[in-house]
């Protein structure tokens, strides 16, 4: 007899999908998976939803593979074979590499939750590896992935004042091309609520930076709605118990946020600022007001550092240069 679980969880207004080809002691594990994910984990609904695709997607065609409903036992009983089965059905639907990791990440855990709940315990997951993915230094992002991924970054945490301190962090660390550990070091006090932001960077060397108002709306709402109180000497950023966000948190959202937008293993915090830099140079900006925005001590770095491509160099040129449009002399 086939499971009720359902393609996404149930939500107010929603639709529920098809019911699942699983057993019922199965459906119930998945079930229950996803009300762990949602009441423990405190996953936002849209990563909930993303992970419950994945393992949808699994449990068909784990019926299709053994003739029927799989069952909690019929789980532990897999083999590599059976997983990397699987894998290639995946790759050959066409799915890129970095859905395929999301996917992998997404049965890995729900194994581990059978495992830790006494469900059911397949050492087999462990040994499967995910596509190799591109490993390069970070390079930036489009401008409409970099839209995408400051809209994103408030859909992966659950709580509201941290959906608002995500979007907050990544627009501040793209809006004024700050270093993680600059926007991560910055206290209440220097919370960038006017126009100017004072910065500490490498070398104790302090620069000021312009902050648009984009970057002051987001800043001011997660403040407005931060739970923890404290005094202008306590963190800016600050985790759900109070203590401040370090960087293995800001990568571990930029990773979410990353894998549920289809984007490059490259997009990492540090990519935020690399787009900033190369989003201003393309758009006509100066290499050394960028260089001493970025805080480079060397020009040469900045150079290195900015990568424009070849349409929008063109475009900047035309948009600036002094005798871009004109006609040569003689010409008509």
């Known amino acids: 007899m086939a499971g009720t679980a359902r393609l996404t969880p149930d939500r107010a207004g929603e639709e529920a999908g098809p019911p699942l080809p699983v057993a019922p002691d199965l459906a119930r594990a998945f079930q229950d998976y996803l009300g762990f994910l949602q009441a423990e984990r405190r996953v936002s609904p849209h990563t909930v939803a993303a992970y419950a695709k994945d ?3 699994f449990f068909f065609m ?3 593979h053994l003739g ?3 069952t909690l036992a019929g789980l532990s009983a897999l083999k590599p074979a059976d997983f990397r089965a699987w894998m290639a059905k995946r790759s050959a639907d066409g ?4 859905s395929m990791a999301r996917a992998l990440s997404s049965l890995r855990g729900f194994f581990s939750f059978l495992q830790r709940r006494g469900l059911a315990d397949n050492p087999a997951i462990a040994q499967m590896r995910g596509p190799r993915l591109p490993r390069s230094l970070p ?3 489009s401008v409409p992935d970099t839209e995408a991924v400051l809209e994103m970054a408030g859909e992966v945490a659950r709580q ?3 959906q608002k301190r995500d979007v907050a962090l990544v627009t501040l660390i793209y809006g004024c091309g700050l ?3 600059e926007a991560l070091g910055l206290r209440r006090g220097d919370a960038p609520l006017g126009d100017v932001l004072r910065v500490r960077g490498k070398g104790n060397k302090e620069r000021m930076l312009p902050v648009l108002p984009v970057v002051q709306r987001a800043v001011n709402a997660y403040l407005e709605a931060l739970p923890h109180p404290g005094g202008p000497d306590d963190p800016l950023f600050v985790g759900v118990r109070g203590g ?4 293995r948190q800001l990568r571990g959202l930029m990773q979410q946020t990353r894998i549920l937008l289809g984007l490059p293993e490259t997009a990492s915090p540090h990519a935020l600022r690399h787009s900033f830099a190369t989003h201003l140079l393309a758009g006509g900006g100066d290499l050394r007001a960028i260089q001493e925005l970025l805080g480079h001590v060397s020009l040469s770095t900045t150079q290195r550092y900015t990568a424009v491509d070849p349409a929008g160099l063109m475009q900047a040129y035309l948009a600036h240069h002094p005798r871009a449009g004109r006609l040569p002399p003689g010409g008509g």
Do not use: I, N
């Open 95 to 98: 799915l890129a590499k970095t």
């Open 179 to 181: 270093r993680s550990a």
């Open 139 to 141: 390079r930036p992002l």
């Open 160 to 162: 509201p004042w941290v």
């Open 55 to 57: 393992l949808t997607r």
């Open 244 to 247: 401040a966000l370090d960087g």
């Open 62 to 64: 784990l019926a299709e």
């Open 68 to 70: 029927g409903p799989p």
